[in-house]
């Protein structure tokens, strides 16, 4: 099993281009779910996903869209870059929503934008 | 408000020896609290998982405690090693967000093993 899968690595975009990040798993996880990783904060999730088809918001969703078609695919769209998105970004999946199971996390995407 | 503190912010110690790192937590109600390590520009990695009724968990060199009651926990790193370098993340699971449980990240204790 590759776990969760991260593209691109790295990336850097101008202020008001748009682009997706994206996230596989192959452990047939129902959810997934994103985050951003900043100098002194905790990780905060952005948006999440309990299973295809199914999205919600996490407690820093602006700027940010995600669908969920399939179970294995959870991409995240940047609709419009701004400086305050520079950061880096994980995936992450878990069997369930609600019990204690062990979350897996992607290698990350850093994102810088200009 | 929900919060996650760690202490130390970071520790340098020498290779061999053992140390101690401490997570403070305000989140309620409880349902877990984890340990995640996290090496330099990696994905954070599960080390244990705790629910309420555990006060003890291992994974190799790796002892997690909990005391619910004073909502602390430890991370104790047995005999450390240089690999052990990294940034150890407490993460506690409790309320119900929408459809999911929500996780609170503590932002770390960053640990050097050095020679």
């Known amino acids: ?114 | 408000k929900n919060q996650v503190e760690q202490s130390p912010q970071s520790l340098i110690i020498l290779e061999g020896k053992n140390c101690t790192l401490q997570c403070n937590y305000t989140v309620s109600p409880f349902s877990n609290l984890r340990w995640y390590k996290q090496d330099t520009g990696r994905g954070p990695v599960s080390l244990t998982i705790m629910t309420f009724s555990e006060n003890t968990k291992s994974n190799g060199r790796y002892t997690a405690t909990l005391d619910a009651d004073t909502k602390q926990s430890s991370l104790h790193i047995t005999a450390s090693q240089l690999s052990d370098s990294a940034s150890y993340i407490c993460v506690v699971s409790g309320s119900i967000t929408g459809t999911a449980s929500k996780l609170t990240f503590g932002t770390g204790t960053r640990l050097q093993v050095t020679l």
């Open chain 1, 1 to 114: 099993n590759a776990g969760v899968t991260q593209t691109p690595k790295f990336q850097v975009l101008k202020t008001g281009q748009s682009m997706t990040l994206q996230c596989a798993q192959d452990m047939n996880h129902e959810y997934m779910s994103w985050y951003r990783q900043d100098p002194g904060m905790g990780l905060r999730l952005i948006h999440y996903s309990v299973g295809a088809g199914i999205t919600d918001q996490g407690e820093v969703p602006n700027g940010y869209n995600v669908s969920r078609s399939t179970t294995e695919d959870f991409p995240l769209r940047l609709l419009s870059a701004a400086p305050s998105q520079t950061s880096v970004y994980f995936c992450a999946s878990r069997k369930g929503p609600l019990q204690p199971y062990e979350q897996y996390f992607g290698p990350g995407t850093r994102l810088t934008v200009t």
